[in-house]
């Protein structure tokens, strides 16, 4: 029977799991797998798994319950095994790596960060404050100048605004990093100038979210800083 694996925790976890139902339709009991010193949380793992808002919402709930209750190795989304003697053999392969893991991830939590700035309030900055780009900005305006000059336009408005975005998330890094224990850093998307997780000590969890606070603002108009957290510790099992 294939088994879908939620995390990894230590004998001494209560594994409190009354009241919750895994991933599937909603009536799959959750159940430990034991091996020597390692539990692994699974559920009967439905036929199909996709990313639908009810098991997202379950594979969340299981995972915050875990936490909430002790240290725990949460898994991604759909991780699947496919049985109870798969489930076993990982733990006891790797028995002295997930322990270890959890007694480093003990007292710890993630914290979600995200850099988000108004395109519109990036742009006007820069056609404000460069002049050359203020210059092709009134050469190009109701489609006047040269297809050179539209090309350059664009050129230096998205290097001006990348340019400026590294530096806004270059303050917020050096405002939280003294809070953090770790770090996990993503790309730089269209969406965000910023993308990163923190593992904190959860005695330093205010400290950390004030400094968010206090760093935010620090920065200029239509910039926001987005802190989700404490959250269990997904970027750093």
């Known amino acids: 029977m294939a088994l879908y694996v939620y995390a990894i925790t230590g004998a001494s976890h209560p594994l409190r799991l009354d009241g919750l139902t895994g991933v599937g339709d909603g009536r799959t009991p959750l159940r430990p797998v034991r091996e020597g010193e390692l539990r692994a949380v699974v559920s009967e793992a439905p036929e199909e798994i996709g990313l639908t808002r009810p098991d997202l919402e379950a594979h969340r709930t299981v995972q915050e319950r875990l936490w909430d209750d002790g ?33 480093e991830l003990a007292g710890r939590a993630e914290f979600s960060v995200k850099g988000i700035q108004e395109e519109e309030t990036a742009l ?9 780009v203020r210059r092709l900005n009134e050469v190009t305006r109701d489609g006047g100048g040269t297809y050179d000059d539209r090309l350059e336009l664009g050129r230096l408005l998205l290097g001006e605004v990348q340019a400026r975005q590294v530096g806004l998330a270059e303050a917020v890094l050096a405002a939280l990093r003294p809070h953090a224990r770790a770090e996990r850093l993503s790309e730089p998307s269209q969406e965000y100038f910023l993308s990163a997780s923190f593992l904190v000590d959860r005695e330093r969890a205010e400290d950390f ?29």
Do not use: C, M, N, W
């Open 71 to 103: 240290t725990t190795l949460p898994l991604g989304f759909g991780f699947v095994a496919q049985d109870e003697d798969a489930v076993r053999a990982v733990l006891a392969e790797s028995a002295e790596q997930f322990a270890a893991r959890l007694d």
């Open 124 to 132: 006007r900055e820069v056609v404000d404050e460069v002049e050359e």
């Open 209 to 237: 979210v004030r400094a968010a606070e206090e760093a935010a603002g620090d920065l200029s108009d239509g910039v926001e800083i987005r802190v989700r957290g404490p959250l269990p510790p997904y970027s750093f099992v």
